[in-house]
């Protein structure tokens, strides 16, 4: 696998300069569904640069429950502790869609971050966008029906993929959303009796996109939108 730059948005933002220094030390990684990125706790020895994957990051309680507070694909990056000060998490970050990506270690891409003003100010607006997220995903679950969070959440996945097809059980989307299996089953047979979605066993195509949109509560646009002005497709300055 040769690895260009339009694999991942952040690859395509690095000053060219920048991306010459850091193209030797990326490694590409298999990320199989259900793949542990990082534990809570755990010191971050790598960042993950998610190409055709989909990772979850997860918060999870003390009674073995836990729910997704965001997702990463290939607009951004896994590992963020390492430049924000802190080198663990208290999240838990998993492959929910399989793909590959790469990986680089911490420590080259921190002192890149503390070379470069470019790449520090990039990696911080990545930063402030996952924030974002985390904040409507946490309103959205509050407030909003489930099969509006199934829509935002399908949403926010396509957003990651090059086809139109997750591979994913509906008892995973249930731990994703924290919520039960059968309500999970009830929301998808719902979008699937209105022609949105087609499910079946584990694969889940979106046959109707801006059904979903329209479906969806104003969550997802928020999130996009956000992204889109903190992360532009150009060169960092």
Sequence with gaps: ?????????????????????????????????????????????????????????????????????????????????????????????????????????SSILLDEFNRSAPVMHLLLRYTQALISQMTQTAVCNRHHSLDQQLCRWLLLSADRLTGNELIMTQELIANMLGVRREGVTEAATKLQKAGL???????????????LEQRSCECYKVVKKEYDRLLPNCIAT
């Design 197 to 211: 979605i087609k499910y079946a066993r584990g694969h889940i195509t979106i046959l109707n996109r801006t059904g």
């Design 1 to 105: 696998m040769i690895l260009v730059k339009d694999q991942n948005q952040l690859f395509n933002s690095f000053p060219p300069e920048v991306w010459k220094r850091l193209l030797l030390h990326f490694t590409l990684v298999d990320m199989e569904l259900g793949m542990v990125l990082y534990e809570p706790g755990i010191k971050m020895t790598h960042v993950f640069f998610p190409a055709t994957a989909i990772v979850s990051l997860l918060y999870g309680l003390e009674n073995g429950t836990s729910a997704e507070i965001a997702v990463a694909g290939n607009e951004g990056l896994v590992g963020i502790s390492i430049f924000m000060g802190g080198e663990t998490s208290t999240s838990r970050a998993v492959v929910q869609s399989a793909g590959f990506g790469y990986k680089i270690k």
